[in-house]
C-alpha cells in the first residue's frame, strides 16, 4: 500500500522465500544503501554485508522508487535479499606476461582451487604447470598421443586430471610431476570433459567422472588402491563439450551432455536417474549452479582453508550449502541456438527455455554466487539471464568472431570471454558494459580462466602463447 507520504509495507525476504522480520513501512524514496542498513539491523549482522535488493525480477540500483515500477501496491511489497561478496574484484588491464611453451594451440587452462598453479592443455599432446606468482614454467606432464582437450584440478589442489583426443584419462600426482599416477584408456573417442567428485562428498578425492565424443554407456573400470583412484564412472555424448559433478542427495550425480539431451548418473549405483529431453540438435555445454563452490571446495577467494581436517569438511559442506540454496539447478546449450533451465535433481521437465541468440551455444557458465547466468555463441555475443528464473538481463556486444569460453570473476561482479577475433573482453554486470577490452593475442583464443583470489586472467588460443592479465 502506498502511503500518503509515499510510502510502502514493505515484506523484506531472502532468496529461498523465508521472511526476515516484521512488514515495515517503508518510504518510496529509500536508496539501496539505506536498504542495506535496514536488512543488516533485521539480521542482526555484526559486520555489515553488501546485499542486493529485487522487486521481482527487477533489481534496485538507486531507489524503491524505481524499481517498483508496475508491481502491484494493493499487497505488501515482496522485496528479495541476496547477500553479495564482501570482497570486489577489479578488472584487469594489462598483460604482465606472455608465456612461449607449447608447441601447438592452448586448449584448456585452469587454475588450482587454492591459486596458486595454472595447469594448460595443448595440441602439442602436454600438459604444463605455471608458477603464477613468478609467472614461469613448472613441469611439463607428457601421457597422451593427441590433443589434450582439457584439465581439471581435484578441489584438494593434490592432483589433476587431462582427458585427450586419444581417449585416455591421465591422472598426476602434482608435487611428483615426472609421470602420471596412472593412464587410462578410458574411451574409444576423444575425451572432452571431466569433473572430480565434491569434495564435501569425498575430502580424499577418489572419483572422477570422465566425458567424451559418442555414446557406449558407463563403463566400470577396475579399483587401484596403489593410488587410491575409485574407477572412472563414464559418460559419454557426441559432441559432450563438459561434464560437472552435481550432488543432489544422490552420492554422486553426473549431468551428461551430448545428442539432443543430457542425462543425470547416480555414480554410486551406476545408473540412469534421469534423462533431460528438449533440445532439438546437439548438446555443446552443460553448466551447474554450484560449479564454483564445488570447484574451490574448502578454499575461500584467497587460496585459504582450514587446518583441521574435520573444519576443512566442514567448510565445502558450507560452501556448497550456500551456493545450492533452495535448489541446485543446470543450465545447457545447443546447435540449436537455445538453452535451457533445468532442475535436475527434482523433475525432467525444463524450468525454462531461453531464446535469443542466431547462432549455436557455444558456452554457458553460472557467476559463483547463482544469481546470474551467462552465455555465449557463435553469433558474437554473450547474453546474461537471472540465473534462479532464466528471464532475460541484457546482450553483451563487443566481439565480432565467435565467443568460445566464458569465466567469472570470484565475486560474481565481472566477466570475461575469449574469441575467434583474438581478444579477451571483460564485462561488467552492474552497468551491464564492456568494462575493458584486451588485445593482444595474433589469433583465436580458445581458453580464459579467472584466478580465485581475481588478480589474474589467464587466456591461450591459436598463437600458442599463454598470456597472464593483470589489473
Same mark, same amino acid.
Given at each position: ?32 544503501? @539505506?536498504? @542495506?542498513?535496514?536488512?543488516?539491523? +533485521?539480521? @542482526? ?28 501496491? !494493493? ?28 608447441? !601447438? ?13 595454472? &595447469? ?35 578441489p584438494c589442489c593434490k592432483y589433476l586430471a587431462s582427458g585427450g583426443k586419444d581417449g585416455r584419462v591421465a591422472i598426476w600426482d602434482v608435487s611428483k610431476p615426472e609421470a602420471p599416477q596412472r ?57 559432450? =563439450? ?7 542427495? +544422490? ?11 543430457? =542425462?543425470?548418473?547416480?555414480?554410486? !549405483? ?38 583441521? &581436517?574435520?573444519a576443512v569438511a566442514a567448510e565445502a559442506e558450507k560452501r556448497y550449502a550456500t551456493s545450492r540454496g533452495a535448489a541446485e539447478l543446470l543450465a545447457s546449450g545447443s546447435d540449436d541456438f537455445t +538453452? ?18 542466431? =547462432?549455436?551455444?557455444?558456452?554457458? #557458465? ?50 570475461? #570471454? ?18 575493458e577490452d584486451l588485445p593482444g593475442h595474433a589469433d583465436e583464443v580458445y581458453s580464459v580462466d579467472w584466478s580465485p583470489d581475481g588478480e589474474r586472467v589467464a587466456s591461450g588460443g591459436k598463437d ?8
Amino acid at each position: 500500500q502506498v502511503g500518503a507520504m509515499g510510502a510502502l509495507i514493505c515484506q523484506f525476504e531472502s532468496a529461498e522465500g523465508e521472511r526476515t522480520g516484521p512488514q515495515l513501512d517503508v518510504p518510496l524514496d529509500t536508496t539501496t544503501a @539505506q536498504l @542495506q542498513l535496514i536488512i543488516n539491523e +533485521l539480521l @542482526q549482522n555484526d559486520e555489515k554485508v553488501p546485499y542486493a535488493f529485487y522487486v521481482g525480477d527487477d533489481e534496485v540500483t538507486s531507489s524503491l522508487r524505481d524499481a517498483v515500477g508496475t508491481a502491484s501496491t !494493493e499487497q505488501a511489497l515482496r522485496v528479495v535479499y541476496v547477500p553479495q561478496a564482501v570482497f570486489r574484484v577489479r578488472a584487469v588491464t594489462r598483460c604482465t606476461s606472455t608465456l612461449p611453451g607449447h608447441a !601447438e594451440a592452448i586448449l584448456s587452462s585452469s587454475f588450482s582451487a587454492d591459486g596458486r598453479v595454472l &595447469a594448460t592443455g595443448s595440441g602439442d599432446h602436454s600438459v604444463r604447470l605455471w608458477d603464477i606468482f613468478t609467472e614461469t614454467p613448472k613441469s611439463t606432464l607428457k601421457a597422451h598421443s593427441d590433443w589434450v582437450l582439457c584439465v581439471a584440478w581435484s578441489p584438494c589442489c593434490k592432483y589433476l586430471a587431462s582427458g585427450g583426443k586419444d581417449g585416455r584419462v591421465a591422472i598426476w600426482d602434482v608435487s611428483k610431476p615426472e609421470a602420471p599416477q596412472r593412464v587410462i584408456d578410458a574411451h574409444r573417442k576423444w575425451v572432452n570433459g571431466l569433473a572430480w567428485e565434491p569434495f564435501h562428498r569425498s575430502p580424499d578425492c577418489l572419483k572422477l567422472a570422465s566425458a567424451l565424443k559418442g555414446w557406449f554407456g558407463p563403463n566400470l573400470g577396475s579399483r587401484e588402491r596403489a593410488v587410491r583412484w575409485h574407477p572412472l564412472w563414464s559418460t559419454c555424448g557426441s559432441s559432450a =563439450q563438459s561434464l560437472y559433478a552435481v550432488a543432489v542427495g +544422490l552420492p554422486f550425480t553426473l549431468p551428461r551432455t551430448g545428442g539432443a539431451w543430457r =542425462q543425470v548418473w547416480a555414480a554410486g !549405483e551406476c545408473k540412469l536417474v534421469r534423462s533431460l529431453e528438449g533440445h532439438g540438435h546437439w548438446v555443446n555445454c552443460i553448466a551447474c549452479s554450484t560449479d564454483a563452490a564445488i570447484r574451490s571446495g574448502p578454499y575461500d577467494h584467497r587460496g585459504v582453508a582450514p587446518m583441521d &581436517a574435520a573444519a576443512v569438511a566442514a567448510e565445502a559442506e558450507k560452501r556448497y550449502a550456500t551456493s545450492r540454496g533452495a535448489a541446485e539447478l543446470l543450465a545447457s546449450g545447443s546447435d540449436d541456438f537455445t +538453452l535451457f533451465l533445468w532442475a535436475g535433481g527434482a523433475s525432467k521437465k525444463p524450468l525454462a527455455r531461453l531464446t535469443g541468440h542466431v =547462432q549455436l551455444v557455444n558456452a554457458v #557458465s553460472f557467476s559463483p554466487d547463482g544469481q546470474w547466468l551467462a552465455s555465449g555463441s557463435f553469433d558474437g555475443s554473450l547474453r546474461l539471464w537471472v540465473g534462479r528464473t532464466g528471464k532475460f538481463v541484457t546482450t553483451f556486444r563487443g566481439h565480432v568472431g565467435a565467443v568460445y569460453q566464458l569465466c567469472w570473476s570470484s565475486d560474481s561482479r565481472l566477466l570475461a #570471454s575469449g574469441s575467434k577475433d583474438s581478444t579477451v573482453k571483460v564485462w561488467e554486470v552492474k552497468t551491464k558494459k564492456l568494462k575493458e577490452d584486451l588485445p593482444g593475442h595474433a589469433d583465436e583464443v580458445y581458453s580464459v580462466d579467472w584466478s580465485p583470489d581475481g588478480e589474474r586472467v589467464a587466456s591461450g588460443g591459436k598463437d600458442r602463447n599463454l598470456k597472464m592479465w593483470r589489473r
